[in-house]
């Protein structure tokens, strides 16, 4: 977790071309110009981070983006569109389900990209092309850092196809510096671990927890929820913040805290209302909110600030309390958390 401003920094000047504000993308055999559809498949927290990916994709260089859990696809027989890019990310490249998808995907013509931790892997090997993480080994089995570095090449890998669309160059310019300020953004995040420790040894004896957030960060409560059950044996469901009525608000009491994302912005005003149904069945709220949004007063129990930033990067900064979040709810519990089940 506290390796993240580095290596993130690392996957930057990997690929980030400080002159020219552009990324830069390894060699491949195919024309990224010319791809018309993206399908993303992968597992687990790579999934999430292709779900990121995929609103990203959308939103800033407008390519329609399918994506399926990799033990799904490989069974599916899915209609794959003519040039469309199959885009695969995996930690550790050797992941049996993502690796079968890959096949089934070449074996139908089409061409793959792969993201991935480790050099020389199955799936490095069979992609027609790939963009190493460079984030060294992932000790534990839940993946952290290479969690926020898939998110970071899923972010300039859209940065690298909108402009090849029609993102402008100011808009361009203007992703790229958010890029380069994301590992100030996870350092200032960081600091938030003694306020996270001491709301987590207040929250350690729940049995269920409900991670709720909007746009791109659904995928993020994804994996908090993810992380959470990954490390601690929580109970913890991920949600979209609206569907939580159709559905789990049977289970909101005193008994089932939920983990809210607020950011600013358009959605600020659906998420506040999405709250209040939460408190007005008692439930108690963990908000992790921007620095830049004012909440009605008393309606999070508690607060973790995180800053003021970029669409393009405020998945990765909003990962990092929720990592820390499970990570001392763990260490609490006396959950051996190098050595997880
Ligand atoms: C699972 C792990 O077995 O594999 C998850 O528990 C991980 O943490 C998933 O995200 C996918 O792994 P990989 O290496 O393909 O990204």
Redesign the pocket.
Known sequence: IYEQPVVVAQTLRAYLRRMENEVAMPDMDFDLGAVKRITIV?????FYAGMVAKYWFETFARVPVDIDVASEFRYRNTPLFRNSLFFVI???G??ID?LAGLREAKRKGYKVLAVNNVVGSSIAREADGGIYQHVGPEIG???TKAFTSQLLIGAMLALYLGRLRDMSFSDGTEYVRALKGVPDLVRRTLEQAPHIKEIAKRYAHYHDFLFLGRLSLFPVALEGALKLK?ISYIHAEGYPAAEMKHGPIALISEQCPSVFFVPAGDMFNKIVSSMQEIKARKGRIIAVATTNCELPPGLADDIIRIPECHEAVLPIVATIPVQLLSYYIAVELQRDVDKPR
């Open positions: 992968a597992c687990g927290t790579s995996s930690q550790s050797e992941t993502t089995v839940a993946s990954e």
